[in-house]
């Protein structure tokens, strides 16, 4: 049965950006039929499960349920090996030394297609067996990347249209042995029958590279909706340093989570201000091709 999905990292209290984005990923699932997933992504240093709870209970308290038990990556980490495993045996990989700085001063010449933020030039795709040798000898640890088999990929979004990327050689595994989250994400997303993928507009351009992983292991291409980011009044992408941006620090100001679904909800064009409704009222509005395409612009109402 097909699914959409929300996937958080528990890395700290979801912010009312990510909880907006919870909230369409939601709509689409249940209007379309859909079971609706939760995945953690938990592989990141700075995971923790006592944090992800906390997710869970702030996306409960808007109303956003999902199906099934929550899905944790740190226990499918032999899922992410097999498929490495095949990459590496269809030599598909090569070995990487680069730091991010090099990565970094390297990915910013200039380059006919959009690249993704990080994009690697192939510096380590041909270096001989002996060049590898020095590199490891010299302390060098490397992570494993793909071996991309194109250049760029086209793809039609459900909110941007019709896309173009290009797809670099990304890491696949990390230089300290841990599954890279482009690999990670396309594992998952096909092995739990997810086919509709809603998330953030800031990672319309990385999307390429999943599709042609899931092409290289022999999965199905899901569908793509990427929506606008919430901001702050100087158009940067939502955070901590914005103040009151949880719903923790929200409540404390007064503003509970049925005033910030309605809140979330009007910014979509679902709802008046103010208006009280639930998750199944909005479910009852839902139109995708109604929805805002310009960021959102948070500020704290009671500012």
Same mark, same amino acid.
């Given at each position: 049965m097909s699914a959409g999905r929300y996937a958080p990292s528990p890395t700290g209290d979801l912010h009312v950006g990510n909880l907006r984005t919870a909230m369409l990923a939601w709509l689409y699932a249940r209007s379309t039929g859909r079971r609706f997933l939760m995945r953690m992504e938990d592989l990141d240093d700075n995971a923790c499960r006592e944090l992800g709870t906390g997710q869970l209970a702030d996306l409960a308290a808007l109303g956003i349920d999902w199906d099934g038990d929550v899905v944790y990556q740190s226990e499918r980490l032999d899922r992410y090996d097999h498929h490495i495993d095949r990459m590496v045996q269809a030599e598909l990989t090569y070995p990487c030394y680069c730091s991010r700085r090099e990565v970094r001063e390297a990915a910013s010449a200039p380059h006919g297609d959009p690249m993704p933020d990080g994009a690697y030039p192939g510096t380590c795709r041909s270096l001989s067996a002996d060049q590898r040798r020095a590199r490891e000898d010299a302390g060098r640890a490397p992570a494993l990347r793909l071996r991309a088999q194109v250049d760029a990929m086209d793809f039609v979004d459900d909110q941007c249209g019709l896309t173009r990327a290009a797809v670099d050689d990304f890491v696949i595994r990390r230089r300290d042995g841990v599954p890279a989250y482009n690999l990670v994400v396309v594992v998952d997303d096909a092995e739990m029958g997810? +086919?509709?993928?809603?998330?953030?507009?800031?990672? $319309?351009?990385?999307?390429?590279?999943?599709?042609? /992983? #899931?092409?290289?292991? %022999?999965? +199905?291409?899901?569908?793509?909706?990427?929506?606008? $980011?919430?901001?702050?009044?100087?158009?940067?992408? /939502? #955070?901590?340093?914005? %103040?009151?941006?949880?719903?923790?620090?929200?409540?404390?100001k007064g503003l509970d989570a049925n005033r910030m679904r309605s809140l979330m909800a009007a910014s979509l064009g679902l709802a008046g201000p103010d208006e009280p409704l639930t998750m199944a009222d909005l479910l009852g509005r839902f139109d995708p091709r109604r929805l805002p395409r310009d960021p959102w612009v948070f500020t704290d109402p009671n500012r």
């Open positions: 997810i +086919d509709q993928v809603v998330r953030g507009d800031d990672l $319309l351009h990385s999307t390429p590279r999943h599709l042609h /992983l #899931a092409d290289l292991l %022999g999965f +199905d291409h899901a569908s793509y909706a990427h929506v606008p $980011l919430a901001v702050n009044a100087e158009g940067v992408r /939502l #955070a901590k340093r914005d %103040g009151a941006v949880t719903l923790t620090e929200l409540a404390e």
